[in-house]
Structures are given as structure tokens and as C-alpha cells.
């Protein structure tokens, strides 16, 4: 039902974000091992800024 698509829907949407971080995390040690430090950075607080969003939309569609 509708009802089930819209609590599923956040559910997925945060599972995606959190496993999609670990990509840009990879990308993280990669720009590090090229020694491009700013890259680096920049990419990890990328990285947070998708996790922490993924941990939200996973902490709103669970208390509910």
C-alpha cells in the first residue's frame, strides 16, 4: 500500500546514502595515496556530509 512505499521509500533512500559514502571514502585514500591532500579533504567532508544525511533520513523513517 502507500503507507508501506513511504516508510520504505526514506528506508532505502538512507541505506543508499550510507553504502554510497563508503565510495567516496574509497576515493579519500586513493586521492591520498596520490599524495593530493586538498582532494582529499574536500572529499571527506563530503563523505560525512552524505553519511550524516543517510544516518537522518534512517533515524526519521525508524521512529516513526
Do not use: K, N, T, W
Request: one cysteine or more.
Amino acid at each position: 500500500s502507500v503507507r508501506d512505499v513511504r516508510r520504505a521509500l526514506p528506508e532505502a533512500l538512507g541505506a543508499v546514502l550510507v553504502l554510497g559514502s563508503l565510495g567516496l571514502f574509497y576515493q579519500c585514500i586513493v586521492y591520498l595515496q596520490r599524495r593530493d591532500y586538498v582532494a582529499a579533504i574536500l572529499i571527506m567532508f563530503i563523505g560525512f556530509a552524505v553519511v550524516r544525511s543517510g544516518v537522518e533520513l534512517l533515524r526519521s523513517s525508524l521512529s516513526e
